[in-house]
């Protein structure tokens, strides 16, 4: 399987300082990870503002109830417009996040671009055409309607 590109974009009718000191905390993941998904924090990062370097690991359970351990590290940030997160071990042969926040008049757009790799060559693939992708565009649509619940709808 080739790596994938996918992208979202959400205005969020909040200050940029606003929606970065949420992004910016690991311990809001949850928050935005649909339930059915099983996400478990594996240290507490109550508090917590990431950095550059940082690990965080975490179980989840998309599929079947199988649990997976996933450790995502914070590779770039620049504070107020963007972070990378990358898998560094987790069910996906490769898995790139960027998260790109830009000020505007009345709030925030939001812009996530991400690049994955499904693992297992074309037995990968057709895991990818048949649930992989959706599963992906489930997560991302979840996650626009919690931010919406946070920080409101735009006008």
Same mark, same amino acid.
């Given at each position: /399987?080739?790596?994938?590109?996918?992208?979202?974009?959400?205005? &969020?009718?909040?200050?940029?300082?606003? &929606?970065?000191?949420?992004?910016?905390?690991?311990?809001?993941?949850?928050?935005?990870?649909?339930?059915?998904? !099983?996400?478990?924090?594996?240290?507490?990062?109550? !508090?917590?503002? /990431?950095?550059?370097? /940082?690990? *965080?690991? %975490?179980?989840?359970?998309?599929?079947? =109830?199988?649990?997976?351990?996933?450790?995502?590290? &914070?590779?770039?940030?620049?504070? /107020?417009?963007?972070?990378?997160?990358?898998?560094?071990?987790?069910? %996906?042969?490769?898995?790139?996040?960027?998260?790109?926040?830009?000020?505007?008049? =009345? !709030?925030?757009?939001?812009?996530? *671009?991400?690049?994955?790799?499904?693992?297992?060559?074309? $037995? =990968?693939?057709?895991?990818?055409?048949?649930?992989?992708?959706?599963?992906?565009?489930?997560?991302?649509?979840?996650?626009?309607?919690? $931010?919406?619940?946070?920080? =409101?709808?735009?006008?």
């Amino acid at each position: /399987m080739q790596i994938k590109r996918k992208e979202w974009q959400q205005f &969020i009718p909040q200050p940029v300082e606003a &929606i970065w000191d949420f992004f910016s905390r690991p311990e809001n993941l949850k928050k935005l990870t649909p339930a059915k998904v !099983g996400i478990t924090m594996l240290t507490d990062l109550s !508090g917590k503002k /990431m950095y550059p370097g /940082m690990l *965080i690991p %975490y179980y989840i359970s998309p599929l079947l =109830g199988i649990r997976m351990k996933w450790t995502t590290e &914070i590779t770039h940030i620049d504070p /107020m417009h963007y972070f990378i997160d990358v898998q560094q071990e987790g069910p %996906y042969a490769f898995w790139h996040h960027q998260h790109h926040f830009t000020p505007l008049d =009345g !709030g925030t757009l939001m812009h996530d *671009i991400l690049h994955y790799k499904v693992p297992y060559g074309p $037995i =990968g693939t057709i895991a990818d055409l048949l649930m992989v992708n959706n599963m992906v565009d489930e997560i991302f649509t979840h996650r626009h309607e919690a $931010i919406e619940s946070y920080f =409101g709808k735009e006008r």
